[in-house]
T-cell receptor, first 110, second 115 residues
Framework: TQLLEQSPQFLSIQEGENLTVYCNSS?????LQWYRQEPGEGPVLLVT?????EVKKLKRLTFQFGDARKDSSLHITAAQPGDTGLYLC??????????FGAGTTVTVRA | GAVVSQHPSRVICKSGTSVKIECRSL??????MFWYRQFPKQSLMLMAT?????????EQGVEKDKFLINHASLTLSTLTVTSAHPEDSSFYIC???????????FGQGTRLTVV
C-alpha cells in the first residue's frame, strides 16, 4: 500500500486552465517534496516544504503543506504545455528516506 | 541544486549476464544514496539504502544477492543486477543526500532492457 495517496491519477486540461494535485497521508512527515518527472528522465525537485501550514510559490506553481504535516497540494495557474509531466509527492521521515506517492500524470493540451 | 550523475542512461543486455549501474555525486559528498526502481507509468519504489562504507539496507522483497550495491566512496555508489532476466527490465534511478539537507537529488535514471 502507498503511504502517500495522490489524486487524481491522471489530469488532462486545456492550456490556460488551472489544476490542483493532492497528496494525502495518515502519517506525519518531517518534510514533503514535490517532483516533476519527464519520460526517460529522473525526477526533478520542485519544492520542499517543512512547516505545517507553509505555502510556497514558484512562478505559476503554489505548494501548500497541511497544518498537521500529513497532506499537501500543488496548484498550477494558467497551465502551459510545458507543465506536462508526471508529478510526484514524496514524504521525508528525517532519515533522508523518501516515500513516494503514486504520481499524477498531467497533460496540458495546446 | 546538487548534481547527481547516473551511467549508463540506457543498457541492453542478454539474459544471464550482469549489469553495473553507477551513481555519482558530482559536487557534494553523498553520505547516503538510494536506489529506486520504476515501472512504466508508476511511481518510484525504493529498493535499498546505501551508506558509505557499510552494507546496504534492502527493502522487503528485494533480493540482496540479485541487486548488489556497493558504496565504496562518498561520491560513488553502484548497483549490479546479477544474472539478469527479462523481468528485471525497468527504469532504475538513484538519489543522493549529503546528510545535511532534507532534499535528496536524483540521477537521470538508467533504462535496463534484458533480452
Amino acid at each position: 500500500t502507498q503511504l502517500l495517496e495522490q489524486s487524481p491519477q491522471f489530469l488532462s486540461i486545456q492550456e490556460g486552465e488551472n489544476l490542483t494535485v493532492y497528496c494525502n497521508s495518515s502519517s506525519v512527515f518531517s518534510s514533503l517534496q514535490w517532483y516533476r518527472q519527464e519520460p526517460g528522465e529522473g525526477p526533478v525537485l520542485l519544492v520542499t516544504v517543512v512547516t505545517g501550514g507553509e505555502v510556497k510559490k514558484l512562478k505559476r506553481l503554489t505548494f501548500q503543506f497541511g497544518d498537521a504535516r500529513k497532506d499537501s497540494s500543488l496548484h498550477i495557474t494558467a497551465a502551459q504545455p510545458g507543465d506536462t509531466g508526471l508529478y510526484l509527492c514524496a514524504g521525508g521521515t528525517g532519515d533522508y528516506k523518501l516515500s513516494f506517492g503514486a504520481g499524477t500524470t498531467v497533460t496540458v493540451r495546446a | 541544486g546538487a548534481v547527481v550523475s547516473q551511467h549508463p542512461s540506457r543498457v541492453i543486455c542478454k539474459s544471464g549476464t550482469s549489469v553495473k549501474i553507477e551513481c555519482r555525486s558530482l559536487d557534494f559528498q553523498a553520505t547516503t544514496m538510494f536506489w529506486y526502481r520504476q515501472f512504466p507509468k508508476q511511481s518510484l519504489m525504493l529498493m535499498a539504502t546505501s551508506n558509505e562504507g557499510s552494507k546496504a539496507t534492502y527493502e522487503q522483497g528485494v533480493e540482496k544477492d540479485k541487486f548488489l550495491i556497493n558504496h565504496a566512496s562518498l561520491t560513488l555508489s553502484t548497483l549490479t543486477v546479477t544474472s539478469a532476466h527479462p523481468e528485471d527490465s525497468s527504469f532504475y534511478i538513484c538519489s543522493a543526500s549529503d546528510g545535511l539537507n532534507t532534499e535528496a537529488f536524483f540521477g537521470q535514471g538508467t533504462r535496463l532492457t534484458v533480452v
